[in-house]
């Protein structure tokens, strides 16, 4: 069995985008996001896909899969594996695990997060799908999310129209009360808060709102 991560970044109140994109720009961010998935595949809706801008797609370094409903069978389309659903996707991703990637460098700064071996970038309802089951072919279960935390001040809460999916932590002793459809989870790492140097949060108006983030990682318990 294979093992599956999602990541994504999200603010304090839980807002992953809006109107299709994403209302922050985080270097940091960005250059945790490559460090942890670089050299695995990594699987993602098309306005995910849509989001990243041209320039910067495919993700080099890892293979990309795009779930769409506009294919019936996987097709080779902009540098990308296009696929119909999640379960396509999946077995998919288990053929690439361990693959040679083009365009990964031989230096690659890679995060310690080895025994993921493919990722779900989003969007909503890919995360949604992905996290709630525990038949996903080759995977079984998404076992590890890696999210980045954005803190809002005070009279600055940046809105948007995606949210990220709820995870119910375990308490002290590892156990969570009740049952959530996403699993139980318990915060394995968490980095301290840092005030990022160029990196800003775009409110409604297009105000820029100054950035406070932290990485965290969590393991699935049940």
Known sequence: MYRLGAIWTQTDAGIIGRDGDMPWYAPEDLAHFKKV???????MGRRTWESIP????PLPGRTNIVISRSVTEAE?????????SLDAALYAAR???GAPVEDTPADADIADTAAVDAWILGGGSVYA???????LPAFGRVE??????????????????TRAPELQLADS??????SSPNGCWRVTSESAWENSEKGYLLDESGTKNPMYFS???LERLS
């Not at 080779?76 to 119909?84: H, K, T, Y």
């Not at 799908?129 to 038949?135: F, G, Y």
């Not at 999310?145 to 809105?159: A, D, K, M, P, S």
């Open 37 to 43: 998935t670089l050299g695995a595949p990594v699987i």
């Open 54 to 57: 041209p320039r910067f797609r």
């Open 76 to 84: 080779e389309r902009d540098g990308a594996l296009w696929v119909p």
């Open 95 to 97: 053929d690439a695990v």
């Open 129 to 135: 799908e992905a996290l709630s089951r525990t038949d």
């Open 144 to 161: 590890t999310v890696e999210r980045t935390l954005f803190y809002c001040q005070e009279g600055n809460e940046i809105t948007g129209d």
């Open 173 to 178: 002793q590892g156990n969570c009360a009740g």
């Open 215 to 217: 990485f965290q990682r």
